[in-house]
T-cell receptor, first 114, second 110 residues
């Protein structure tokens, strides 16, 4: 089955702890994205990557970090510098970053700070 | 600041009726427009995209785009209870960076 997987589905973080969210795709897509969704709000872009070993900050990158060592994988680390990390995190991919290419989403990770 | 605006709803329609969802955007240079459906607790699912002015039909769904007026709409014909969800409008802001509206909640009642 082709698609995007995210793990874990639920994640609990203690104050001051870094956590890493996994995102894997087997669609052979070049571009990958991380979004955050808060209740009653639209998705906000955290980071995106056009190609392996390259990524750019989105609108709300502070307190987050990413890597893109493989085409299939784009993990997101939520650091202790992110003051309000409780949210629904969504990973997406598209064929490329050329305008018009549809983005497809993984099932999401729900992060809660204890 | 590029913005995408949607009425939060809920939009309540009876089963079998036409549901009309609207979206306006601020960036005149936007080229690509997407509608996603999101069930409660789930991730968004792409249901329609449109790039040119006019209508685009896919089954019970019709997307309408008017670039001069900067709005895009989604019509759902013969609405079913299973269509009850939040519908997100997204607009391409360059390099395929999508800007999302907050979504409109649709409730289809039997």
């Amino acid at each position: 089955d082709g698609g995007i997987t995210q793990s874990p589905k639920y994640l609990f973080r203690k104050e001051g702890q870094n956590v890493t969210l996994s995102c894997e795709q087997n669609l052979n897509h070049d571009a990958m994205y991380w979004y955050r969704q808060d209740p009653g709000q639209g998705l906000r872009l955290i980071y995106y990557s056009q190609i392996v070993n390259d990524f750019q900050k989105g609108d709300i990158a502070e307190g987050y970090s990413v890597s893109r060592e493989k085409k299939e994988s784009f993990p997101l680390t939520v650091t202790s510098a992110q003051k309000n990390p409780t949210a629904f995190y969504l990973c997406a991919s598209s064929i490329s970053v050329a305008g018009g290419n549809e983005q497809f989403f993984g099932p999401g990770t729900r992060l809660t700070v204890l | 600041q590029k913005e995408v605006e949607q009425n939060s709803g809920p939009l309540s329609v009876p089963e079998g009726a036409i549901a009309s969802l609207n979206c306006t955007y601020s960036d005149r240079g936007s080229q690509s427009f997407f509608w996603y459906r999101q069930y409660s607790g789930k991730s968004p699912e792409l249901i329609m995209f449109i790039y040119s002015n006019g209508d685009k039909e896919d089954g019970r769904f019709t997307a309408q785009l008017n670039k001069a007026s900067q709005y895009v709409s989604l019509l759902i014909r013969d609405s079913q209870p299973s269509d009850s969800a939040t519908y997100l409008c997204a607009v391409s802001g360059g390099y395929n960076k999508l800007i999302f509206g907050a979504g409109t909640r649709l409730a289809v009642h039997p």
